[in-house]
Each structure stands twice: as C-alpha cells, then as structure tokens.
C-alpha cells in the first residue's frame, strides 16, 4: 500500500466517516504513480471545506525520499473591498502520519471562534430581572 493509499484511509476513517466522495474534492490524483528517473512519484492533491475557509492538501509520495505532506488553508470569499481570499500555510514536512496529525490539528485550530467576553453588568442586571420575576 502506497502512503497516499493510507492518507485516503485516514480521511476516510477519520474526517468523512467513510463518506469520502461526500466531503473530499480530488484536484489530482497520479493513481498509480508516474515513472521519475528511475523511482517512483504518488501525487494526490484535496480540497476539504469549511463554511467560511478552504483547506488544499498536497501529498507527494516518492522513492527516493520521505516524501511531502502539506497543506494551506483560504477564505472562501473575499473581505468587502478586496477581490482575492486570504490565507495562510498550515504545516507541512516529511509525509508521515505526525505531519498529517499536525495538519489536522492545525485546522481544528484554524476554524476555532473565540468566546465573546463576558459583560458583567449585563449579566448582574438579567440576575436582578430573573430574581425579582420570581418574587
């Protein structure tokens, strides 16, 4: 089995839940590899997507090294006055299962809101209207 073989099974078990086609688009896919100077080259490019952000993996499996793992992630619309998406690099490296951990650990972080902050007043004065309704 080809590692990208093996990156598809991790999406499938651990992103889609075995709906694959359902939440992956496939950009490329080199199938059975292409033949490069003697070794072997495995490309497989994604896009998974988010409400407001776009995440493109790019997955290199090679025989004459470790290979490449990375992914950037984009707006999927433009800022009111801007015509192009912003984004950012998410990690890359070597095409290994803790380069893919980092990679999805890195969106989870990416699609995190903050929480508004707390406003005590307001939240002193629903106390008041709360205890003075039941008195």
């Known amino acids: 089995m080809s590692k990208v ?4 099974q991790w999406i499938k078990d651990e992103i889609c839940r075995g709906q694959f ?3 992956v688009k496939v950009i490329e896919d ?5 033949e490069k100077a003697g070794g072997y080259e495995f490309r497989f490019r ?4 988010t409400e407001t952000h776009r995440y493109r993996i790019t997955a290199i499996d090679r025989s004459k090294d ?4 990375g992914c950037t992630a984009s707006t999927r619309e433009p800022r009111a006055g801007e015509d192009w998406t912003r984004g950012n690099d ?3 490296g070597k095409f290994t299962r803790e ?7 890195a969106i989870i972080a990416y699609e995190l809101a903050e929480l508004a902050p ?10 008041e209207m709360v205890g003075s309704v039941k008195e």
């Open 5 to 8: 073989d093996e990156l598809k």
């Open 21 to 23: 086609k359902k939440f």
């Open 30 to 34: 080199s199938g059975e590899g292409g």
């Open 46 to 49: 994604f896009n998974i997507y």
């Open 66 to 69: 470790e290979g490449y793992l």
């Open 90 to 92: 998410l990690p890359d």
């Open 99 to 105: 380069t893919w951990e980092h990679i999805k650990n």
């Open 118 to 127: 707390k406003i005590e007043r307001a939240v002193d004065e629903e106390k």
